[in-house]
Antibody
Framework: QVQLQESGPGLVKPSETLSLTCAVS?????????WGWIRQPPGKGLEWIGS???????YYNPSLKSRVTISVDTSKNQFSLKLSSVTAADTAVYYC???????????WGQGTLVTVSS | QSVLTQPPSVSAAPGQKVTISCSGS????????VSWYQQLPGTAPKLLIY???KRPSGIPDRFSGSKSGTSATLGITGLQTGDEADYYC??????????FGTGTKVTVL
């Protein structure tokens, strides 16, 4: 069974960089699929942040592209998100997930709330 | 902000049927596979439908999906109280990003 688990600080100060890691178990990232990040502000809908293929190819939401970096560490079977220059508008539950071209987003982490506040 | 439009809410009595529409364009739905997700309160979304109309293992056949042109539809028959949730469509977009719908809240009367 594929499992994903997010980890990282729950509180980040404005203008700083938000950093999260997603540990994957039950499936090797090197075997394929796209691995991505999705966020959901409190009481609002889902927003795709970006994804990475095991080869390192990245795809970012155009509205966040200038501030986002997603990387993968196949040796640890995990991938990471960095979002720079955060503001209160970046406060959200952040999910890591696996996406297939045909299968959609088929596995999700439980989500982690990140609050941007001084 | 989302490029996929859904009705904010739909409702029906237990046992009845509801349909949720998802309207996009040729940049997304028109040329890509559509998925649907169910998000129960306080939980992560779960995949309900993929490849326009296929159900993952464990998803009951009360849930169905279809696509026509630049729109997609999720149907739920035999509505149950446990179906009360937010539902989102999703697909790839030519902007090289995945996009979600605006979300629809299903209420069982």
């Amino acid at each position: 069974q594929v499992q994903l688990q997010e980890s990282g600080p729950g509180l980040v100060k404005p203008s700083e960089t938000l950093s999260l890691t997603c540990a994957v178990s039950g499936y090797s990232i090197s075997s394929g699929y796209y691995w991505g990040w999705i966020r959901q502000p409190p009481g609002k809908g889902l927003e795709w942040i970006g994804s990475i293929y095991h080869s390192g190819s990245t795809y970012y939401n155009p509205s966040l592209k200038s501030r986002v970096t997603i990387s993968v560490d196949t040796s640890k079977n995990q991938f990471s998100l960095k979002l720079s220059s955060v503001t209160a508008a970046d406060t959200a539950v952040y999910y890591c997930a696996r996406r297939g071209i045909l299968t959609g987003v088929d596995y999700w982490g439980q989500g982690t709330l990140v609050t941007v506040s001084s | 902000q989302s490029v996929l439009t859904q009705p904010p809410s739909v409702s029906a009595a237990p046992g009845q049927k509801v349909t949720i529409s998802c309207s996009g364009s040729s940049s997304n739905i028109g040329n890509n596979y559509v998925s649907w997700y169910q998000q129960l309160p306080g939980t992560a979304p779960k995949l309900l439908i993929y490849d326009n109309n296929k159900r993952p293992s464990g998803i009951p056949d009360r849930f169905s999906g279809s696509k026509s042109g630049t729109s997609a539809t999720l149907g739920i028959t035999g509505l149950q109280t446990g179906d009360e949730a937010d539902y989102y469509c999703g697909t790839w977009d030519s902007s090289l990003s995945y996009v979600f719908g605006t979300g629809t809240k299903v209420t069982v009367l």
